[in-house]
């Protein structure tokens, strides 16, 4: 008897001696015996029916066979790298079904050719690529004529099985290399395709063929040369087995041990000259051809024997690159093999009909608890199923309905009861919509769902807080770095969620030079889940619409003319509800005085500009001779500097921009404290060299030609606020941070976590911003600013001096000098934005440290080191030169506090004070205009009323500044602020502990807030918790 190592097939040399021995004692070939009719003509006919049914549909579907789902991690050292080939990639993380059958009998013990089909994508339907395999080294037949008699023979008795082997040495040889006696395992199998697929590079063309390789194969042959020589016989070594013992017990122990077979692949030079290398029924010699292992099939789980819940396949479906390989005058072996899985299991018989009988498997029951959004159209009238998975197994899809109720309705929350075998404690839940698909209804906002076993009585929650359009796979909540997960499904999904991101969320090319943004032309091209929610479009639209109708009524928005004084300016600005802020500003003309200006520079609309000037600036020739009047302590301009009292803003970054038709400024502009703490401009200059034509003005020059000129220093601020300050810094650098998110972090890592809720409509604000504000001939900036088409190369020119240490309050107060509270009174936005901050980063700490136990933990999390890496190389990428401070890893857990934490704060507590100051300000174009209609004074002549209408905007530019200032200044009915979480994304009770003690630091620090503000003559409103949505979505 031979062993493993020395398993030959002797099929050859045993057809030679059988067919001389029969010729000699009959006189006649074997095969002139008559065969049975029935058999050979059913068979025929099927054949017939499925090849034809094959070319209309091309699909390999019903439930025959073991199915089970897992995954196929391609090796690193794939020897198919060279083709390029996206799913077989090295590392590539695919999840896959695997389909066991015996070809002709319904009976695991009896001997039979063992058949398995792979398919890549967890999808039912086909995927990028479907292989189908059988054991034995090559094929049975290689056409319709060939596969009508195969079929007939190894479905009818022993004789017509023998007289097919008979019929030729390549049958003989085929059945013994094929037939396996009732194997431990499915998965300790050899399983070989005998399709010969091409790949073709630019270089090479390539024939490949694959194999699934168990780890046992040769024990399950026709082990001697006499059980060869009477390979014809069934055989069914153990009479007591049940015929599906596989299916009911060992494929159990397959999924549940996560048994791993290997899909190896050998590889050759195409040859045009030699005819027979592609033949299935001629097999490479591994000698001159080696297996080469490709990837690690791991199966997980058993797919439930329901029509629905089986997968189809597809065998001449193939990813772009590879190609079957027809043999010369033969058939598409893809082909044939369909056709004999239709007809040969759509005819299977029992061979031992007698069964044991199999236990029920123990059952436990679930109540599911479902909540719906309750966003516009959250509900959804589609078919709700759900699969669960767990550490045992899984089930198989439960629908949950109640009969004459309508469920999942918007904002409902839904009981329901399903009883299951058990699984174990549950891993991931699947959520499939069915139905519906024509119907507006099909799409469903879930928030999440709750299991509780009535067994065990232990409750999983899974979070979900997104729209489902046609099928979901969710982690229960638990968050877990990837170094604790140990579940290997949980593991496996990781990496698909995230390559799934990376394909959908793809970075532009489009804009070097600027904050990297979302691969996307337009707004309605945005994937569901990064858009804005129906009643925020709709609300939105209303607010604008309200203040246009208003604008329009009093004839507004079509006078392309000058406003008669500054009080029709007033006038057009009461189209907008009257703040206490805008009311003050306008009473008694406080927007024309010096303090007034140098309070809003700190706490206005745009109050991250201002810095400390601790000397001269050679292009800001300032004297004491122009500004001595102005400083109260007796001291010298250089002594003022000094001692801490001199600050100044320089708006250089449109200097090569160019304008079109308007007008604005390039200025630098001076300011002192006095000594009554008040912040007030001493100097302007207008234009960045100094000289004849580019006059400092000062206090001491003509009342309104001083005010002409902060008037021109305000244009440019809007400028930078509306440009750079808020669309860039506030949107397009939080899309970068939000894209880098959802591409490098899964969506049950911690850090994903604690950033989800403060990237709600990041994306979408970001992308509305360009559609509205910068693109087109419509666009918003092409009405009210003075750079029409060229303000990305403003956004280039600022953002190649950006440092991110921009976006951490602490360090960017320090760097520009305004950190002391002594030096610099009255700077709202400074106090409020540390008190913000420090709590945030206490938040942020404490969370993190339930997940980190040390530093080591951050070093060792590639998935965290990957999202700071995609930041670094495509969201915050700049010009050559300097650093922009992104480092290229996250080593402790400080740096990853401070990280996360500038996130938080950048998207809610910045955006908030550059978003929702804005209609106080812009609403009254004399105080803050944006384009001017004149170019800047290049002389000290004198300034008369009408010099400063015939400057400022049209009535038309101004009624769109309004319309579009308070458009993004209305908070929305659905904002979520600081310290409310509405949304459960954290399930651990450490983590919703910390939330309870950060919504009530909020509240305090709000409270603490209003009373300062109770003493202020113009309050600052904008940094109070309760008004601060936690995320950059306006």
């Known amino acids: 008897m031979a062993t493993e190592e020395e398993w030959e097939n002797h099929g050859y040399e045993i057809y030679r001696t059988v067919t001389t021995t029969e010729r000699q004692a009959m006189g006649k070939p074997p095969l002139e015996r008559s065969t049975s009719f029935t058999s050979g003509a059913i068979k025929k006919a099927s054949v017939q029916w499925y090849k034809m049914k094959w070319f209309y549909t091309g699909k390999a579907t019903n439930t025959w066979g073991d199915e089970l789902q897992g995954y196929a991690v391609v090796r690193d050292t794939s020897p198919l790298d060279f083709a390029g080939l996206d799913i077989l990639r090295p590392g590539k993380v695919n999840q896959v079904r695997l389909r066991f059958f015996n070809l002709c009998r319904g009976d695991d013990a009896s ?65 013994v290399d094929g ?37 046992n194969d040769d024990a399950r042959r026709l082990k001697t040369r006499e059980d060869q020589e009477e390979a014809w016989k069934i055989q069914r070594p153990d009479i007591q087995l049940p015929a599906d013992t596989y299916l009911t017990d060992r494929l159990l122990n397959i999924a549940s041990n996560h048994k791993t077979m290997t899909l190896q692949v050998q590889v050759r030079d195409f040859d045009s000259t030699n005819p027979t290398e592609c033949e299935p029924t001629r097999y490479w010699e591994e000698e001159a051809y080696p297996w080469q292992d490709l990837a690690d099939v791991t199966l997980t789980f058993i797919v439930p024997k329901l029509m629905e819940e089986r997968a189809n396949y597809d065998f001449l479906l193939l990813p772009d690159g590879l190609q079957i390989e027809t043999p010369v005058g033969g058939e598409n072996y893809a082909n044939l093999v369909s056709i004999q899985e239709k007809v040969l299991t759509s005819t299977a018989r029992k061979k031992h009909p007698e069964e044991m009988h199999v236990e029920s498997p123990k059952t436990t029951t679930y109540l599911v608890h479902v909540e719906t959004g309750n966003h516009l159209f959250s509900g959804t009238d589609a078919g709700v199923y759900i699969a669960l998975y767990g550490t045992k197994g899984r089930t198989k899809r439960y629908l949950l309905d109640k009969l004459f109720h309508d469920d999942f309705e918007r904002g409902s929350k839904e009981s329901y009861y399903i009883t299951t075998p058990v699984i174990g404690d549950v891993k991931c839940v699947q959520v499939f919509l069915i139905g519906g698909k ?125 406003f008669d004084s500054l009080e029709d300016f007033k006038d057009m600005a009461k189209v907008v509800p009257e703040t206490e802020t805008s009311k003050a500003i306008l009473e008694d003309d406080r927007w024309r005085q010096d303090a007034e200006y140098g309070r809003e520079m700190l706490d206005g609309v745009n109050p991250v500009l201002i810095r400390r000037l601790t000397r001269s600036l050679p292009q800001f020739p300032v004297t004491d001779e122009m500004v001595g009047e102005q400083l109260d302590r007796g001291m010298t301009l250089k002594e003022e500097m000094e001692f801490g009292h001199i600050y100044y803003i320089n708006y250089k970054h449109m200097v090569d921009v160019e304008r079109k038709d308007k007008f604005v400024p390039n200025p630098l502009i001076m300011f002192y404290v006095t000594r009554a703490g008040q912040l007030k401009p001493i100097a302007i200059q207008l234009e960045q060299k100094p000289g004849p034509t580019n006059p400092i003005w000062t206090p001491k020059d003509q009342e309104l030609g001083w005010l002409l000129a902060k008037t021109y220093v305000k244009s440019a601020d809007s400028h930078y606020q509306t440009v750079v300050g808020h669309l860039q810094m506030a949107h397009i650098v939080m899309e970068s941070f939000t894209l880098a998110m959802y591409r490098q972090l899964p969506q049950n890592h911690p850090v994903h976590k604690l950033l989800i809720q403060h990237t709600r409509f990041a994306v979408a604000g970001a992308q509305m911003g360009r559609d509205l504000l910068l693109d087109g001939p419509e666009s918003v900036f092409q009405k009210i600013l003075a750079l029409p088409g060229n303000e990305r190369e403003f956004m280039r020119a600022y953002f190649a001096d950006f440092h991110m240490d921009q976006l951490i309050p602490p360090k960017n107060f320090a760097e520009r000098g305004v950190d002391d509270r002594e030096l610099l009174p009255g700077y709202h936005y400074r106090d409020d934005a540390m008190l913000v901050w420090d709590k945030i980063a206490e938040y942020v700490e404490k969370v993190l440290r339930i997940f980190y136990s040390n530093d080591s933990d951050v070093k060792e ?16 990428t700049k010009r050559p030169g300097k650093s ?74 101004q009624a769109v500044s309004i319309a579009f200032s308070h458009y993004l200044s209305e908070p929305l009915s659905d904002e979520i602020y600081l310290g409310e979480f509405k949304e459960s994304f954290y399930t651990e009770t450490e983590v919703r502990d910390i939330l309870d003690w950060f919504a009530d630091e909020m509240s305090e620090i709000s409270r603490q807030i209003r009373a300062r503000n109770d003493d202020l003559e113009i309050p600052y409103v904008y940094l109070i918790p309760d008004n601060i949505p936690k995320s950059a979505g306006q």
Not at 929 to 942: D, E, I, L, Q
Request: hydrophobic letters at 35%.
């Open 884 to 957: 922009n401070g992104f480092p290229e890893t996250l080593k402790t857990i400080k740096e990853l506090t401070e990280f996360a934490s500038m996130i938080i704060f950048h998207s809610s507590v910045y955006h908030a004070s550059m978003n929702f100051s804005q209609s106080d300000y812009f609403s009254f174009g004399p105080n803050y205009p944006g384009a001017m209609r004149r170019a800047p004074p290049t002389s000290k002549a004198p300034v008369t009323e009408k010099d400063i209408m015939e400057a400022l905007p049209t009535k038309a530019d």
């Open 179 to 215: 037939i396996r006696r009732s194997p431990e395992c499915r998965t300790e199998l050899d399983y070989n395709s005998h399709v010969t697929y091409r790949l073709a590079t630019d270089d090479e063309h390539k024939i490949v063929r694959f194999r699934l390789h168990g780890n």
């Open 111 to 175: 001997d039979d050719f063992r058949c398995a089909f792979l398919k890549f994508g967890e999808q039912e339907d086909a995927g990028p690529l479907d292989l189908a395999f059988t054991t034995g080294r090559m094929a049975s037949f290689t056409n319709i004529a060939g596969l009508q008699e195969f079929c007939s023979a190894v479905d009818g008795d022993e004789d017509a099985v023998r007289d097919w082997a008979l019929k030729s040495p390549d049958n003989y040889f085929s059945l």
């Open 861 to 876: 999390d590639s998935e965290l080191q990957e999202f700071v890496k995609d930041i670094r190389e495509n969201g915050m």
């Open 438 to 562: 024509f119907t507006f209804k099909r799409i469903w906002f879930l928030s999440n769902i709750v299991l509780f076993d009535l067994t065990t009585r232990k409750m999983f929650e899974i979070p979900c807080n997104k729209w489902i359009d046609s099928k979901i796979t969710l982690p229960t909540g638990e968050a877990k770095l990837a170094t604790q997960e140990t579940h290997l499904d949980r593991k496996y999904l990781r990496q698909i969620y995230l390559e799934e991101q990376q394909n959908l969320l793809k970075w532009s090319t489009d804009s070097p030079g600027l904050p990297g943004q979302l691969a996307c032309d337009k707004y309605d091209s945005l994937p569901l889940e990064l858009k804005y929610s129906s009643e925020r479009q709709i609300e939105k639209k209303k607010i604008i619409l309200d203040v246009v109708l208003k604008l329009k009524l009093n004839k507004y928005m079509r006078i392309f003319q000058s």
